[in-house]
């Protein structure tokens, strides 16, 4: 009788082990597009001030990073996504001169040339803290970005360097619920971020890009700010406008 009750348990032991095998399997996350993320790296410059004695305005050679990820928006071209203050960094009006260099590093941890030909800072009236980067060097996967707006409750997930955190090929993936708009340019995610993720692109659940982070509480850095996804969208269509005008 102890035996039958051992084989017993151990059927039903067996079936729920394989059940949870089988949920595991299931649950798997689509596959992150990792390999389009690139830390951007800013080296700014600061030759002169106009006003010498000011202490906001620091003489000398800075380097900031950023996060981005090769998007798909212009056929035969490699643009890269990335946050606005990353691209133009330059921490006060006091500068007077000033030179800035733009780096992508991609997951093999090779460094490429890059340069801004959209850049935009937030602002109450709807402009959103993005910058698109021409990395023609770069061979990476391009990322779509979705048409569609995050619902609130959404499980959106980014792929970032905070504080400048990337082991090439591996880097950091954080996981957030999407809380809701802020403004005509901001909306919630309450994903942990601080410096270093700026730039990084906020995917849904089918790896589209719907904004990206911006700005970071640094009392509270599980709670973050990212793009209004129509003024993200907003800002792809006039960029394209833009460049459409200056081809003809």
């Not at 001169?97 to 602002?123: C, E, F, K, P, R």
Request: aromatic share 8%; hydrophobic share 40%; with cysteine.
């Amino acid at each position: 009788m102890v035996l039958k009750k051992h084989n017993l348990f151990a059927c039903i032991l067996f079936f729920t082990l394989s059940s949870c095998t089988v949920t595991r399997v299931n649950s798997k996350l689509n596959k992150l597009p990792t390999e389009s993320f690139v830390k951007i790296l800013n080296t700014t410059e600061v030759s002169s001030c106009s006003n010498p004695s000011d202490p906001n305005c620091p003489i000398g050679k800075f380097v900031y990073t950023g996060s981005g990820m090769a998007i798909e928006l212009i056929k035969g071209e490699m643009i890269v996504l990335t946050a606005g203050h990353v691209c133009d960094s330059r921490p006060t009006k006091a500068i007077k001169q000033v030179t800035q260099t733009l780096q992508a590093m991609d997951y093999h941890g090779d460094v490429h040339q890059a340069w801004a030909i959209s850049v935009s800072h937030n602002s109450d009236q709807g402009d959103t803290d993005l910058c698109l980067l021409w990395v023609p060097t770069l061979n990476v996967p391009k990322v779509r970005f979705s048409l569609r707006t995050p619902d609130i409750g959404d499980e959106l997930i980014y792929i970032g360097a905070p504080q400048g955190i990337f082991h090439p090929p591996t880097v950091p993936i954080f996981k957030g619920i999407y809380s809701g708009i802020i403004d005509k340019s901001s909306a919630m995610v309450t994903a942990p971020a601080t410096g270093g993720s700026s730039g990084a692109a906020v995917l849904n659940k089918n790896n589209r890009i719907v904004g990206i982070i911006w700005g970071t509480n640094s009392k509270f850095n599980h709670v973050s700010v990212m793009t209004n996804h129509k003024a993200f969208l907003l800002f792809l269509y006039r960029t394209l406008k833009n460049i459409e005008i200056k081809s003809q």
